[in-house]
């Protein structure tokens, strides 16, 4: 996709996020508004980052979007609790209800899915999961893979294959009958 094009959708669909479906998730989010997961933080450069994969994709990005904007409104805190995935999944079909005609029930059962499974990284072939995963992990890579100081040394220090990049995910069929 052309890049202007690509940026100008991203504004389009970030502008929706922010102004429609960030007050709706706000009002039922247990997720903190700043910090590490913040909403404000965290949700949002998740979000951001997962329009623009879909949109590179060639993908619907809606879907998309309200995996990002929910996958982590049932956090608590910022530590390890790998449920809160679980416990999104109703919050998020709420957040959905409240935009009819958005996206199509199939597709709300596949944002469904990669809210659940986003925690664990279960493996998946469909472009909604790879999306919320990639983008999640770019975000959180920020400190895990590529702190400042390792870019500013990488041609010295660092070899480019040791960088392990997160691959978009890839599920088996029998997995997702199972959820089914
Ligand atoms: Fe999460
Ligand atoms: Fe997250």
Redesign the pocket.
Known sequence: MEQTKKESLIKKYFDFYQKKVLPEVEKLATQKKEGY?GLYT??DA?VFRALDYALESGENPMPVLFAAAC??MA?THDHYDKEHGHRAVPLAQKVIAKFPGKISEKEEFLVCYAIQN?TEGTQTNDYISACLWDA?RT??AWEHLMPKRWLLEMPKNISPGKIKPWGAQTRTEKEFKQFR
């Open positions: 997961h965290h949700t998740v996958h982590d956090r986003h999640d975000r959180l």
